[in-house]
């Protein structure tokens, strides 16, 4: 059996069998814990000694503890260790979990300590490919949307693929620089990809996410009438739950 269904049958049968198979996948240092890790630490008391020893022996190898972020608090327990090695993860070239241990230390320091934004700037303006920045970009925006060298980067990359709109208008939804770019990209969209954005949209409309309830408002001059439904349906909904009036 591979480890995720091994995890699964953990997951729902909490066997001793199972957990033993587990430590073993970690003992031997196979690639891609998440699903392994995030078993083990529900179903085994978090300060179990054997899974402590197995993690800590886990974490060990620069590779695999990148791949381990997450779980590092679980075994890291020194905050100076722990700030420690996550900014190794967060200098590394692993991007998603690099962004992980970037989350992390803001969420504990703070935005503002100097080497956080001295590393990300670093990676920015060596990012060959432009690969940092497509696959950074939603953690980025959350943590520094009003910085020049993030806001340079958003007006230069609004029509690019792979790029998140949604983050774009979540950050600089009210942006008087960057919110008429952005609201130019829905203008050059084939008729029916208008659509299938709206569509797309709506449950977090109907939710009331601020930033995609301003996106379905521009739609009250749509041309494409079906299009135009979808977003009217998924305003008014957003307004009655919020208690505001329809107009």
């Avoid at 085994?44 to 695999?64: G, H």
């Avoid at 910085?147 to 792979?162: C, G, H, M």
């Avoid at 774009?168 to 659509?195: C, K, N, W």
């Amino acid at each position: 059996y591979s480890p995720l269904d091994v995890a699964v049958i953990a997951q729902l049968g909490g066997t001793p069998k199972c957990r033993q198979a587990l430590l073993e996948w970690l003992r031997r240092g196979n690639p891609m814990p998440a699903w392994i890790i995030s078993t083990l630490l529900e179903t085994t008391a978090p300060k179990d000694p054997e899974l402590q020893t197995v993690l800590a022996e886990y974490i060990r190898d620069d590779r695999r503890r990148s791949q381990a972020v997450r779980w590092l608090p679980e075994v890291v327990h020194g905050p100076k260790e722990l700030a420690r090695m996550l900014r190794e993860v967060l200098r590394s070239n692993d991007i998603f979990n690099s962004c992980s241990a970037l989350e992390m230390l803001v969420e504990r320091e703070g935005r503002d300590e100097p080497d956080l934004w001295a590393t990300v700037e670093a990676k920015l303006e060596n990012d060959e490919g432009g690969h940092y920045w497509r696959l950074g970009h939603r953690f980025l925006l959350k943590i520094w949307p009003e910085n020049a060298l993030i806001r340079r980067l958003v007006k230069s990359t609004v029509y690019a693929e792979d790029m998140s709109l949604f983050a774009y208008y979540e950050a600089f939804g009210s942006d008087p620089e960057i919110r008429p770019l952005l609201d130019r990209t829905m203008q050059v969209l084939h008729e029916d990809l208008r659509l299938e954005f709206v569509r797309a949209i709506e449950p977090l409309v109907r939710r009331g996410l601020p930033a995609a309830v301003a996106i379905a408002a521009e739609y009250r001059d749509e041309p494409n009438g079906e299009a135009r439904t979808v977003a009217a349906r998924a305003y008014a909904r957003a307004c009655i739950r919020s208690g505001r009036q329809v107009h």
